[in-house]
Nanobody
């Protein structure tokens, strides 16, 4: 049974920091990427950060320079360090495991967690 469990969300004031964690288990992909997404009420889901099977990271323009994605050595725990938080970062944050094929992350083959809420007040 695939399980992705996010934690670390909460309420902070603008300018503050949070660190999200996601522990993943039960998936069978031998090659995979991991990513953080977020979705605010009334808005489309946005991928904010991704790390591919080679450890290469990418970020959306909205969080570049403020957020850092990382994973543990076993590559089964994903982190998102969020600094200089802004009210616009308020959203439900989800982690995902995406199948990697030929070094390309394939989000159409992915598993998702239940999410953790981040609320940033001004």
């Amino acid at each position: 049974q695939v399980q992705l469990v996010e934690s670390g969300g909460g309420s902070v004031q603008a300018g503050g920091s949070l660190r999200l964690s996601c522990t993943a288990s039960g998936y069978t992909y031998s090659r995979y990427c991991m990513a953080w997404f977020r979705q605010a009420p009334g808005k489309e889901r946005e991928r904010v950060a991704r790390i591919n099977e080679g450890g290469i990271t990418s970020y959306s323009d909205s969080v570049k320079g403020r957020f850092t994605i990382s994973q543990n050595n076993a590559k089964n725990t994903l982190y998102l360090q969020m600094n200089s938080l802004e009210p616009e970062d308020t959203a439900m944050y989800y982690c995902a495991v995406e199948k990697s094929v030929g070094w390309v992350c394939r989000p159409e083959f992915s598993y998702w967690g239940q999410g953790t809420q981040v609320t940033v007040s001004s």
